[in-house]
């Protein structure tokens, strides 16, 4: 069954009408889970895609983001019962010391309309807090964002700590000073200075697939 209609109504930031699409697929039958997956995940995909080509930027990103939460508001009685595989749990917050999380909420917000289970810890947050929540839910990354240059080395610190307590668990970290070069001296096992980039980055520390969402008509 075509979800285009799903996503066309998230690629023009209706939140209305993403809603009367997704009780329509439910009323003609459609699985709730594959309304989740072909449409609203697709949707943001394709988000990726033109933010990616330059056609979509943060603020069309968020409107998108919207639009898509209120399908999931509507899909959400249905998947109670359904079993819904996660993409991955993420656990992510802005490095000790640190107050600022615009950037940091985005990325969250990018990841969750993805499909990842993401527990956000919010501003400030201690090394060992990113530890013991990652090991409390299993979390397979743990996302760091610092925004002013005096908390990277917070980020280093909690980039080791995580390295020497659980291996397995990958680390990512962003942030208006991070570099790529700078996160690859602190060991860290990915980089991105975006959102959207932040997703493909999880994608691939998971082992899921790599690259942006190529759109085409469904």
């Known amino acids: 069954m075509s979800m285009r209609n799903i996503i066309e109504k998230i690629l023009a930031f209706d939140d209305s009408g993403t809603i009367r699409e997704v009780q329509a697929k439910i009323n003609g039958g459609a699985d709730a889970r594959e309304i989740l997956t072909n449409g609203l995940i697709t949707a943001m995909n394709e988000v990726g895609w033109l933010y990616a080509q330059g056609t979509f930027f943060v603020p069309e990103m968020l409107m998108a983001a919207h639009a898509m939460k209120a399908g999931l508001s509507a899909l ?11 993409q991955g749990c993420i656990v992510i917050g802005t490095v000790l010391g640190d107050q600022h999380d615009i950037g940091k909420n985005l990325v969250a917000l990018m990841l969750e309309c993805a499909g990842f289970r993401v527990i956000d810890l919010g501003r400030d947050v201690d090394p060992d807090r990113f530890i013991q929540t990652a090991r409390k839910n299993r979390a397979d990354v743990v996302a760091m964002s610092a925004l002013i240059s005096s908390t990277l080395r917070s980020m280093e610190a909690t980039v080791s700590r995580v390295k020497s307590q659980d291996k397995a668990i990958k680390t990512m970290v962003g942030g208006a000073p991070v570099t ?7 060991g860290a096992d990915g980089y991105s200075p975006d959102a959207i980039g932040a997703v493909e980055v999880v994608r691939r520390l998971i082992g899921m697939r790599d690259g942006l969402f190529n759109p085409k008509k469904q």
Do not use: K, W
């Not at 959400?76 to 996660?86: F, K, Q």
């Not at 790529?180 to 602190?186: E, K, L, N, S, V």
């Open 180 to 186: 790529q070069a700078f996160a690859g001296r602190i």
């Open 76 to 86: 959400h009685p249905y998947l109670e019962n359904a079993e819904i595989r996660s």
